[in-house]
Nanobody, 116 residues
C-alpha cells in the first residue's frame, strides 16, 4: 500500500522551530519530486517547497524563503521540512506530496499551530 505519513507537527510559540518529516511506505521516494504544501484555516492549499529526486535542486515560496528548508534522505525514504522563526501566519495543516510522471500521492497532513 502506497502511503505518505507526515509527522513532527505540534504547537509552537512564535519565533520557534519545528522539523516536519514525511515518510513513505509501499514505494521508494528516490524517483519522485517531493513537495510540501500547507493549508491555513479558511484558505486554499498553497505550495511551500519542492526538492528534486536527487536533492540537487530545491525551491520554495517567497513567503518562507530564508526560514524554511526542504531536504531529503532517500536512504531513509523520508523528506523533511525544517521551519525556523515560525510566526502565526504559518499556522496550517502541512502536507507532503510525491510526484513522478502520472503518479501523485499525498499524505494526510500534520497540524502546526503557532501561538503564544
Amino acid at each position: 500500500q502506497v502511503q505518505l505519513v507526515e509527522s513532527g507537527g505540534g504547537l509552537v510559540q512564535p519565533g520557534g522551530s519545528l522539523r516536519l518529516s514525511c515518510a513513505a511506505s509501499g514505494f521508494t521516494l528516490r524517483q519522485y519530486t517531493m513537495k510540501w504544501y500547507r493549508q491555513a484555516p479558511g484558505k486554499e492549499r498553497e505550495f511551500v517547497a519542492r526538492i528534486a529526486p536527487n536533492g540537487g535542486l530545491t525551491n520554495s515560496a517567497d513567503s518562507v524563503k530564508g526560514r524554511f528548508t526542504i531536504s531529503r534522505d532517500n536512504a531513509k525514504n523520508t523528506v523533511y521540512l525544517q521551519m525556523n522563526n515560525l510566526q502565526a501566519e504559518a499556522t496550517a495543516l502541512y502536507y507532503c506530496n510525491a510526484v513522478s510522471g502520472s503518479n501523485n500521492s499525498w499524505g494526510q497532513g500534520t497540524q502546526v499551530p503557532v501561538s503564544s
